[in-house]
């Protein structure tokens, strides 16, 4: 493998889609190695067949809002690889969404759900639109339309996506609604559904108690806990509110949360009344966290800026791509920083794990440590497929016992000589062979 060839034929096959590019040269990077060690993959053009979708759809997305005017969107889907499962993978309703963001997203997913070890394929999806400030109707007559496009290559066996910033419960709901319109069947073709129609408890939190949950892992490799930690959060969606209420499950205090308008500081840490308040602010839909300022006494807002100045033993990244700089890294390690796992996808720029691997600090990449969301997924489609439920501590102990297995993984094949484990290279090395050797057993397709 010639990673500088690979990359410079796929930019100029792929001009202008930075994040995708940035996703696919970090996965080269890490398992070169390995890939030249088997020269079968050469012969059979693994890689090559890897960082090409499958197919990409995209399509317009009209509607009207509660005035009667017309609206047109963008809507996208894009199913990379299904050589271990059906193709699995979030729907993200944003005005940044577009080709490059949904396609680095659709190529993570494949080795993150890989690293789950649960049959699923990568995809990702989405749309341009903005969900803030709409009404409730304006959200459903925008899903409905979606979905007649979408519900033509989506299936219980075929492709199942889920939620994703934008797409909560009720966007679902919206989506699942139509999708059981226009196939006339009730069938597991979405995870992330209400509890009363299929869905699975744990859902919904599952991403940040997964990240919990492998950053405990992370900490136990050098002898330390979440006890008495301080947590420096990013976000306030649903992988902050888990990451948060595990985090304080597990002795640590949480001292930061973020939205678009800033961060707010909260020295005493985030106790049951906070993250409450924290809900009902998602709830606004006005993306904000400033009023928590207003709400509690001594807590700080700080406008436009990340969380990453504050001082913190535990970084728990959870808003969004590349939201934490090379200069944010260093801000961590000079405050005494010790481990850094990623809750959002790609929230960490190259640069950034560059300075925190060169201090040899714990570090770990979104498709291990935020992979417990779509592990949930994985496991709601079990319950749909055998038509049952679990109990909340058994899909807790299952999503515990699947991070557990991702970090050993990951320290399996990311332990260097001087015994740091690079969990970047062990993520991607893990998550790549089992697809590799899946493409290899089944033929050119």
Not at 93 to 103: A, D, G, Q, T, W
Not at 116 to 127: E, N, Q, R
Not at 434 to 441: E, G
């Amino acid at each position: 493998m010639n990673v500088d060839m690979l990359m410079n034929d796929l930019i100029k096959k792929t001009q202008g889609e930075a994040e995708y590019h940035q996703a696919v040269r970090e996965v080269l990077e890490s398992i070169e190695e390995i890939y030249n060690e088997n020269p079968q993959f050469e012969s059979a053009k693994i890689i090559e067949r890897l960082i090409e979708p499958d197919r990409t759809m995209m399509f317009k997305v009209p509607w009207e809002d509660d005035e009667g005017n017309i609206h047109v969107n963008r809507g996208y889907r894009i199913q990379f690889n299904n050589a271990i499962g059906p193709y699995k993978g979030g729907l993200r309703f944003h005005p940044s969404v577009n080709l490059s963001i949904l396609k680095f997203l659709g190529f993570e997913q494949i080795f993150k759900n890989s690293l789950t070890s649960l049959p699923m394929g990568g995809a990702k999806g989405g749309s341009d639109f903005d969900p803030k400030g709409k009404s409730n109707r304006e959200i459903m007559r925008f899903c409905q339309s979606f979905m007649l496009e979408l519900w033509r290559i989506i299936g219980p066996d075929t492709d199942v996506p889920a939620g994703d910033i934008g797409v909560g419960g009720r966007e679902i709901g919206y989506l699942y609604g139509m999708y059981r319109k226009l196939a006339r069947e009730n069938t597991g073709v979405l995870t992330g559904k209400g509890l009363n129609w299929g869905g699975s408890l744990v859902r919904p939190e599952a991403t940040g108690y997964g990240v919990v949950y492998f950053a405990k892992e992370m900490l136990a490799t050098i002898g330390q806990s979440f006890e008495g930690k301080k947590v420096a959060i990013s976000g306030f969606g649903n992988v902050a509110w888990g990451a948060a209420i595990k985090a304080t499950e597990l002795g640590g205090k949480v001292i930061t949360l973020s939205g678009p308008d800033g961060y707010v500081h909260i020295p005493g840490g985030l106790d049951t009344e906070k993250i409450n308040y924290m809900l009902e602010l998602r709830a606004t839909n006005e993306d904000i966290v400033k009023p928590m300022a207003y709400e509690f006494e001594g807590v700080e807002f700080v406008q436009g800026k990340h969380p990453w100045e504050v001082a913190c033993d535990i970084a728990l990244p959870c808003a969004t791509q590349n939201e934490l700089n090379k200069e944010d890294a260093l801000n961590l390690i000079k405050n005494g920083c010790i481990c850094v796992t990623e809750g959002a996808n790609m929230p960490c720029t190259p640069e950034a794990i560059e300075a925190l691997h060169s201090k040899k600090i714990l570090f770990s990449p979104g498709k291990a440590s935020n992979a417990g969301g779509v592990a949930t997924s994985g496991l709601e489609m079990a319950q749909n497929s055998m038509k049952i439920n679990w109990s909340r501590s058994e899909v807790d102990d299952r999503l515990h016992h699947i991070m557990t297995n991702i970090h050993q993984s990951c320290v399996k094949y990311g332990t260097r000589p001087d015994g740091y484990v690079d969990y970047v290279k062990g993520a991607n090395i893990a998550g790549f062979l089992k697809v590799a050797h899946s493409m290899m057993d089944q033929g050119l397709y």
